[in-house]
């Protein structure tokens, strides 16, 4: 079975400093697809940036940016210039591709971002 | 085009009633999803639906809860003689196909009183 791992409960950051979160998973899948997702105080789950697994390349979204090293089954997320806007629990999670598996999201277990202006 | 819609937002109930929960879809999404997050955790897969048919519910706890999505109508996900441990925020997501990412609703916290 697959797992997700977030080591990192609680993180802080200065405003307009860089963060990364870290994020390990197990699978003995080749293809995959793994999310961020945010969850602020009001509870939406707000996808973030998600990544292929038979992509090399990073995936980007402005300020967001994923560090995917499939070898080490890691997915690190990075926040660029962080804003206050950004404190809010972090999800990050696993979905098979393979052909037949449904479609459930595998999460961690989160990490709450506090931004400190 | 509107989101996920879930209702109620907040639900409070007495141990032994039934709670009902509802998701409506986004246009033109037939593939919908329930999890549930605990207070202090990660959402957790519970069943996975497409219109009338249940395709993965092994997240399901085996008895009190049901899902079903009708042809008709919003995906309901029923818990019947609630106890102080089905408290919980209840997440509804829909996809319109099997590998698009899923957006999610708002969630129904539920309330066990």
């Known amino acids: 079975a697959q797992t997700v791992t977030q080591s990192q409960p609680e993180m802080s950051v200065q405003e307009a400093e860089t963060v990364t979160l870290s994020c390990t998973y197990d699978t003995s899948e080749s293809d995959y697809y793994l999310f961020w997702y945010k969850q602020p105080p009001s509870r939406q789950m707000i996808l973030v940036i998600r990544?292929?697994?038979?992509?090399?390349q990073n995936a980007t979204e402005n300020r967001f940016s994923v560090n995917f090293q499939k070898a080490a089954k890691s997915f690190s997320l990075k926040i660029s210039d962080s804003q206050l806007g950004d404190a809010a629990m972090y999800f990050c999670a696993y979905r098979s591709a393979r052909g037949g598996a449904t479609n459930k999201l595998i999460f961690g277990t989160g990490t709450l971002l506090a931004v400190q202006p | 085009n509107a989101g996920v819609m879930q209702n109620p937002r907040h639900l409070v109930r007495r141990r032994g009633q039934e709670a009902r929960l509802r998701c409506s879809p986004m246009?033109?999404?037939?593939?919908v999803y329930w999890y549930r997050q605990l207070p202090e955790e990660g959402l957790k897969f519970m069943v996975y639906?497409?219109?009338?048919?249940?395709?993965?519910e092994s997240g399901m706890p085996k008895e009190r809860f049901s899902a079903e999505f009708p042809k008709e109508g919003p995906s309901i996900l029923r818990i019947q003689q609630v106890v102080r441990g089905d408290s919980a925020a209840y997440f509804c997501?829909?996809?319109?196909?099997?590998?698009?990412?899923?957006?999610f609703g708002d969630g129904t916290r539920l309330s066990i009183l």
């Open positions: 639906l497409q219109k009338e048919n249940i395709i993965d």
């Open positions: 990544q292929e697994a038979y992509k090399q």
């Open positions: 997501a829909s996809s319109p196909a099997l590998n698009q990412p899923q957006h």
């Open positions: 246009k033109g999404h037939s593939h």
